[in-house]
């Protein structure tokens, strides 16, 4: 039997584009059916009727255009972490992630807590895009 050359199992959870305008680029997403999960002036995270999200990364974002993975639990996600040698952070929105890279793309792998979504009094990390910290 071959042994697994995966670094980690996970489903896709969301994509982030550039966007010139977050707000009204937000109401457009709204318009086509998508709901606001976390909105600010840099940055918004919209999801459609199924939960896949669409992130819109302001002028100046910290955050590279990717693809986003989401794992089930922050163990995995630590795991995830190690293998690739790479730090997590938590975000403004407490989720927690950390952006690997496959042939050409950003890759944002993502846990997101059993109280997501709760008041966070998290700032938004420093993160680099890419490369190990």
Same mark, same amino acid.
């Given at each position: ?50 939960? !896949? +999200?669409? @992130?819109?990364? =302001?002028?100046? #974002?910290?955050? /590279? ?50 109280? !997501? +979504?709760? @008041?966070?009094? =998290?700032?938004? #990390?420093?993160? /680099? ?5």
């Amino acid at each position: 039997m071959q042994e697994s050359k995966s670094k980690f199992t996970g489903v896709v959870d969301h994509i982030a584009i550039k966007s010139v305008d977050v707000t009204a680029d937000a109401r457009e997403y709204e318009r086509l059916g998508f709901h606001v999960e976390s909105e600010y002036s840099d940055w918004a995270m919209l999801r459609d009727a199924h939960g !896949f +999200g669409v @992130a819109l990364l =302001g002028p100046g #974002s910290k955050h /590279p255009p990717h693809l986003g993975v989401r794992v089930e639990t922050r163990e995995a996600l630590e795991l995830a972490a190690a293998r690739e040698g790479r730090v997590l952070r938590e975000h403004r929105d407490r989720s927690v992630s950390f952006y690997t890279k496959d042939p050409g793309q950003a890759v944002e792998v993502i846990y997101y807590p059993p109280d !997501f +979504g709760a @008041a966070s009094g =998290g700032e938004a #990390s420093e993160e /680099p895009a890419l490369g190990k910290r």
